[in-house]
Each structure stands twice: as C-alpha cells, then as structure tokens.
C-alpha cells in the first residue's frame, strides 16, 4: 500500500517563475492537503481539497493555488516565486468524514527559489 | 495560534522510557489529541492518536489525563533514532474540513 508520494523531490527556482507540485493521496483516500515548512519551523497549513474544491485554506496569498483532480491526485501551484517561499512542501492526505481519522504525510518536494 | 504547550528540548538516555508532556488545557470535547514525529528534513510521521482513553500501538502509548488538560506520549525503549521533533496537535474528531496547526514542539535527544 503506498503512501502519500511527493514529487519532485526537490527543485529550484527563479525569483518570478511560477512552481506546479505534485501528491498523490495515501490509496483509499479522498482528501489533500497542502503544508509549508520554511526552516526551523514548524509546518503552516495552506489550503485542503476535497471533491476537487478547495475547503479550507490558511493564511496565504492568492499566488499559492491548488487543483485536485478525479483520481483524488492535487497539485500546488505557486505563482510569481519570493525568495521566502523556499521551504519544504508537505502534502497530505485523509478520508473525509472519519471520526478520528488520521492524516499522512508524504516525504514533501524541497524548493528553493533564488 | 497552536492550542498546545510542549517543552522545547528533552535528552533521554538510549533504552530507557522517554515521556512527552504536552498541555491543552483549552481543548474541547470534541477534540483528539494527536502525535507527530519529524526526523530531519523528512515528512511528518504519525504516531498515535487519542479521544479520552488511553492509547498503545507498536510505536507509543498516549496516557490523557481524566480531565484531558494534558498528555504524555511513551515511547517505551528509545533508541536513537528516535531523535526527532515530537509534535502534539489537538484537532476536532469531525474528520472534516480541518488543516493541522503545529507548534514548535519537543526536540527530543535521544543520546547513547
């Protein structure tokens, strides 16, 4: 049974390029969600998808946004690249509507922007 | 805002019983207490999660207290790579729409 894959692993990029990062959900479920942990920090949350809707999102400009496609795959597009957003993308996944259900990570795609 | 309270830094001795405190003295009746690890520079690991009981799996056991303000995770024979950042996350049961807030949590040293 796979994890939650990441891809790629890691990635740099110029200041003003634009970022597409990819996940594929834990097998069996339908929901992602999308973490940013710049260094030394603990991970913020960006947004979550659910039934290819955006559900939720946390304190984050409109240049990070996301897509979740039919097989329940997501990617995380970031727009017009700063020097901060170099971090560790996390991806993760769930089933929605499981009380107490838990939620997996994957190994997460480093970017640095430079 | 995190709604947890850990220790930033805890050593342990190789083998011995390495014990976690984390205070959520604010969570609601609907709220589990879940544990994370992260080893350096990898993703998240899950390890255990609890309502008001008692938890055990074959990586921890989770003890809530009766008036669930607070919580220590066990990792029963640390070894050393249990060096990691712990992190104690308090999170509605409703299994819905709900991002994850970390805090800084524990660095814990496991040394030899």
């Known amino acids: 049974d796979a994890g939650v894959t990441q891809s790629p692993t890691h990635l740099i990029k110029t200041r003003g390029q634009q970022v597409t990062l990819r996940c594929s959900p834990k097998?069996?479920?339908?929901?992602v969600s999308w973490y940013q942990q710049a260094l030394g920090q603990g991970p913020q949350f960006i947004f979550q998808y659910y039934e290819e809707e955006e559900r939720q999102r946390g304190n984050f400009p409109d240049r990070f946004s996301g897509h979740q496609f039919p097989n329940y795959s997501s990617e995380l597009n970031v727009n017009a690249l700063l020097l901060g957003d170099s971090a560790l993308y996390l991806c993760?996944?769930?089933?929605?509507?499981?009380?107490?259900?838990?939620?997996?990570f994957g190994e997460g795609s480093w970017l640095t922007v430079v | 805002d995190a709604k947890t309270t850990q220790p930033p830094s805890m050593d342990c001795a190789e083998g011995r019983a390495a014990n976690l405190p984390c205070n959520h003295s604010t969570i609601s009746g609907n709220e589990y207490v879940y544990w994370y690890r992260q080893i350096h520079s990898q993703g998240p690991q899950y390890i255990i999660h609890g309502l008001k009981n008692n938890e055990t799996n074959e990586m921890a056991s989770l003890i809530i207290t009766e008036d669930r303000k607070s919580s220590t995770l066990i990792l029963p024979h640390a070894t050393l790579r249990d060096t990691a950042v712990y992190y104690c996350i308090v999170r509605p049961s409703g299994g819905g729409a709900d991002g994850l807030t970390f805090g800084k949590g524990t660095h814990l040293i496991i040394q030899p």
């Open positions: 993760a996944s769930s089933l929605r509507g499981v009380t107490g259900n838990t939620i997996y």
């Open positions: 097998s069996g479920h339908d929901t």
